[in-house]
């Protein structure tokens, strides 16, 4: 395959957006363009993952190098397992919201530039899951910011513009502090290449004559904080409730579903591979993998636990559909920061599993409660009532997606949670664990709440004449309820599909924790020689005696990812046996 064509990733919804600004006040004209971009990409992205990530095949890596500049010095573009996961499941996510708001949106609205920023917006998203570089990380992070800003206040009322105020402010702060520290990286290494750095810090952890530049820590902090702020990690989340609350749903649903991945996926793809290092790296298996700083490991940790546990007590709090639906993204991203906390590969591997359900699932939730608010004008769950006996379609739709949510067996988050928990005990974050179990408990509590207030018991209204006609859905909202039943489907799939899926994520759990694998596919089979070497050298000149007998058994070659994903097997066991009790 001409690893050339991944870039049509992102040419595809660019072109798209600016073909769309031709097309305004035509409405046909733009949806079907805005489809048929969502639909390739999300083609090619399937097709790209088959072909990196086969089911039973060691997996690969895509690499461009735009107009032929050689990394580090040009544009790299890589493609791996992380990447195609991630972009086929924004893909799917972008397409069903987009459907969804036809039936939702203010046609006036909707007439203007909404079409073009959506795909600006999946242009971001795209570019920032593929770039190889951290100055092209921060342009991409730009043009999702930009068509975020504008989306925030489509439709200008006045909670919106306050909203977009803050959201703003704190995204430019933000965006500062990333350039300041990009800056810092390139004076300390002269690169800005994601696997250049990756090769200089695996040179330097494996050469005890060196050591990492003074203040590495204190800038791994500051991109930590810039991402955690992107992502809504503790304590910087304090911006999403409020913003999510205010904006049309079915941008409410987008939203929730991509943005706060992208900062996920950031400190995923960079901290494993290069700032979380404190130059103590060791060789285990024959596969080498960083050591983990410690004040690095202790604000992760501390940020999973807290993102969690108080998001997820705010959301009981809440008394408004949208707002626990809002909390709940923060919650659920603790989970990933979780995941990424630990470190170890499977714990990876939950984690990009973790990110894809969660998309899903997060994006349906939210569509649901744009109906919901049809049906009674409002998301007050005092309001709310009897909306199973009015739309029971919409009732199964909103139960599977909530079920999916909290973890029920066999549905999708259970296997997402699971295999982040088994790694936290089994590496001894057992209090994180514990702390994630109780996150779920209270997360059922809170899905619960929605599901008896809204669905299950009487409307307010029965028996009483209504001071206000509630607002009706209106005909031709066939397009609302198929955007929610294609999100529902790719949950059931992510669930009863978790075997194949957690296959090509534990590939992608892997290629994060070993340096070599991107570092070699981006710039060439000998980069890695000389870390590898002093690696060795170092390795063999550490050993104690005991140890120097098992030399020829550690230094062994790297297993494939097929063969290292034991726990995929255990979830395939575990996702074969959930379908047979659910069998009839």
């Known amino acids: 395959m001409n690893p050339n064509l991944i870039i049509l990733l992102c040419v595809i919804p660019l072109v798209a957006g600016v073909l769309n600004v031709f097309l305004i006040n035509r409405r046909t004209a733009s949806r079907i363009v805005g489809i048929a971009s969502y639909v390739a990409v999300l083609g090619l992205a399937l097709r790209f993952l088959l072909y990196t990530a086969p089911l039973d095949g060691a997996a690969s890596i895509l690499v461009s190098q735009m107009g032929d500049w050689q990394a580090p010095f040009g544009i790299t573009i890589v493609f791996d397992s992380l990447s195609g996961l991630l972009i086929a499941a924004a893909a799917t996510v972008a397409l069903c919201s987009y459907i969804h708001s036809f039936s939702s949106l203010d046609p006036a609205v909707e007439r203007r530039y909404y079409h073009p920023l959506m795909q600006m917006l999946l242009f971001g998203v795209n570019m920032s899951f593929l770039t190889g570089d951290l100055f092209n990380l921060f342009v991409a992070f730009e043009v999702m910011l930009m068509s975020s800003y504008a989306l925030l206040v489509i439709g200008t009322g006045l909670k919106q513009m306050r909203q977009a105020y803050k959201y703003i402010l704190l995204n430019v702060l933000a965006s500062t502090v990333f350039l300041m520290a990009a800056g810092m990286v390139y004076g300390m290494f002269g690169t800005l290449n994601i696997a250049d750095l990756a090769r200089i810090v695996a040179e330097i952890e494996a050469d005890p004559m ?5 203040g590495f820590t204190a800038l791994s902090v500051m991109f930590l904080l810039v991402f955690g702020l992107k992502g809504a990690f503790f304590p910087l989340w304090f911006w999403l409730p409020d913003t999510y609350y205010t904006i049309p749903i079915a941008v409410a649903g987008l939203f929730g579903g991509l943005l706060t991945k992208v900062g996920v996926y950031t400190v995923a793809r960079l901290f494993p591979l290069i700032f979380a290092s404190d130059g103590t790296g060791s060789l285990i298996d024959g596969v080498y993998t960083g050591g983990m700083s410690q004040t690095i490991q202790v604000i992760l940790i501390v940020a999973a636990a807290f993102t969690m546990f108080l998001a997820v007590l705010g959301a009981v709090s809440q008394h408004e559909v949208r707002r626990i639906l809002s909390i709940h993204v923060i919650s659920q991203v603790g989970y990933m920061v979780f995941g990424i906390a630990v470190m170890s ?8 599993f973790y990110m894809v359900q969660h998309m899903v699932v997060k994006c349906a939730l939210f569509l649901c409660c744009g109906v919901m608010e049809k049906h009674a004008g409002s998301d007050d769950l005092d309001k709310l009532g009897g909306l199973l006996k009015r739309d029971w379609k919409l009732g199964v739709l909103f139960f599977i997606a909530a079920m999916s949510l909290v973890g029920l067996p066999p549905l999708s988050g259970f296997f997402g949670k699971m295999v982040i928990i088994r790694e936290g005990f089994s590496e001894g974050q057992w209090y994180l664990a514990v702390v994630g179990l109780v996150t779920g408990a209270l997360t059922l509590l809170s899905m619960l709440k929605i599901w008896s207030y809204g669905y299950w018991n009487p409307s307010p209204q029965d028996g009483y004449p209504a001071k206000t006609e509630p607002a009706r859905v209106r005909s031709g909202n066939r397009a609302a309820y198929l955007g929610i039943a294609m999100l529902v489907a790719a949950a059931l799939f ?7 899926v957690y296959t090509v994520a534990f590939k992608a759990g892997d290629q994060l924790q070993n340096p070599k694998a991107y570092v070699t596919a981006v710039l060439g089979e000998d980069a890695y020689d000389h870390a590898e070497h002093l690696i060795l050298v170092h390795h063999e000149d550490t050993q104690t005696p005991e140890t120097a007998a098992k030399t020829d058994a550690d ?11 034991e726990g995929a097997d255990a979830v395939g066991r575990i996702a074969r046996a959930s379908q047979a009790e659910v069998s009839p």
């Open 494 to 500: 992510l669930g009863f599909g978790a075997e194949q």
């Open 210 to 214: 060196r050591s990492l530049p003074a």
């Open 555 to 565: 230094i062994t070659p790297a297993p494939q990812p097929a063969d290292t994903a």
């Open 345 to 352: 590969g499977n714990a990876l591997a939950g984690c990009a």
